[in-house]
């Protein structure tokens, strides 16, 4: 095998070459500030228009409801804050435990500094939900349900629609971070009554740097960065016009042969699952009774160090990610698994493998030759 057998694609994609190439003259020929008059500027203004529209119709929603950000944890930290500040007088938010550190680090953040009460809802060993339980913890004082749409960890999915419902049912705004989702499930939010959404563009072959934000027309909404008149007073600052119209293109590519692509890639995570599972003994996939994103599996390895499986898959040139990591000399496994009550022999030795367009069934046969003696040596040397 020549190159990179790249297997993390949940932590960053490749830039489309349509995406790349395209945007390369708004960097050297084409670079008019898109708030500038002149010719040279409007021109730049009608290729983010573009984009926008790109955007909104791979959401299923108007044009007028993306806001553009730099990142997905912008794009959460700008929904929450503004969920907070327009409804001062409610001071409860309602999210997961298995939230990306995003959402869960900010919530953290408010509850130990500014006073605000948080509900961290619980998974089971699937990483699934209990609605009941979510529409228990709803109080009259809640300002924002956050609900991650795709785990990043487990690929696991969580019933949005139905959750979409309830906080509509209660009167209760509902943020989601769909930064795992976005390109790799189809998104409708004309009939998915989400009040805000967050994506990011360099997890669907866009740049880094870009993300977006969809704020429902008629939700009340604060801005977190303030100064010009930007995204309709929504979001200040010269936009990022590489970024937003590689991320315009990216999610009209992203919108085609959605289905025909999922079910290509979820044919190899299942060879790469299946054929993994069949010839190393003592591993489990976490989050595989549940639904989830066609790209993700999450493999425990029991009595092995995550980081040291990566090490010697980095060797072969294999990328992919650990579920645990060595802290001040003590071994941390993720908030992810420890919430799913993976025990921690196993958690220890999880290893996450994400997928994209771009992998081949070469790449998963040289991780099935690999993977198999390197847990069984790891384990003959470790016992
Ligand atoms: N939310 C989820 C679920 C993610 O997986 C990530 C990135 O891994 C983020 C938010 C943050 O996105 P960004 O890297 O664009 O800030």
């Known amino acids: 095998m ?4 790249y297997l993390d694609n949940n932590a960053t994609t490749r830039v ?6 395209k945007i390369q003259t708004f960097f050297s020929e084409r670079y008019g500030n898109p708030s500038s008059v002149h010719c040279f500027g409007r021109a730049a203004g009608e290729e983010l228009k573009q984009a926008r529209e790109h955007v909104a119709g791979f959401l299923g929603c108007q044009p007028g409801e993306i806001v553009f950000t730099a990142c997905g944890t912008e794009s959460d ?7 907070l500040e327009v409804q001062p007088e409610k001071r409860h938010i309602i999210t997961t435990q298995v939230e990306h550190p995003a959402v869960f ?5 408010l509850e130990e500094n500014k006073g605000y009460q948080v509900t961290y809802l619980p998974v089971d060993s699937a990483g699934e939900l209990d609605l009941d339980r979510l529409q228990l913890a709803i109080r009259p004082d809640t300002a924002v349900i956050s609900i991650m749409w795709a785990n990043n960890e487990t690929g696991v999915l969580f019933p ?4 979409a419902e309830l906080a509509r049912e209660f009167g209760v705004l509902l943020h989601t971070d769909a930064v795992q989702a976005a390109g790799k499930i189809p998104i409708d939010l004309s009939s998915c009554p989400i009040d805000m959404l967050s994506l990011s563009g360099h997890k669907l072959h866009a740049p880094k740097g870009i993300g977006a934000l969809f704020v429902r027309k008629g939700t009340p909404f604060q801005p977190f960065i303030i100064g010009g008149g930007q995204e309709g007073g929504r ?9 937003i119209i590689g991320l315009g293109l990216a999610c009209a590519l992203a919108g085609q042969d959605i289905e025909a692509e999922n079910a290509r890639v979820a044919g190899l995570r299942d060879k790469l699952e299946n054929g993994l599972l069949q010839a190393v003994p003592d591993a489990r996939v976490n989050g595989g ?4 994103l066609p790209n993700t599996t999450n493999i425990s390895f029991a009595n092995v160090d995550g980081t040291a499986v990566l090490r010697l898959l980095d060797q072969l040139g294999i990328c992919a990610s650990a579920g645990s990591a060595c802290a001040s000399g003590s071994m941390q496994t993720s908030h992810v698994l420890r919430a799913m009550g993976v025990p921690f022999a196993f958690a220890k030795g999880s290893i996450r493998f994400s997928l994209s367009r771009y992998t081949r069934v070469e790449e998963i046969d040289f991780v099935l030759e ?5 847990i069984e040596r790891l384990r003959n040397r470790d016992s």
């Open 160 to 163: 949005i629609q139905k959750i």
């Open 105 to 109: 680090g900010l919530c953290k953040y």
């Open 16 to 21: 489309d070459p349509g995406v790349a190439s």
């Open 77 to 83: 930290n700008a929904a929450l804050r503004s969920a």
């Open 289 to 292: 009774r549940a639904q989830r």
């Open 370 to 374: 690999h993977l198999p003696g390197i």
């Open 2 to 5: 020549t190159g990179v057998v």
């Open 235 to 243: 979001r200040a600052g010269t936009e990022n016009t590489t970024g």
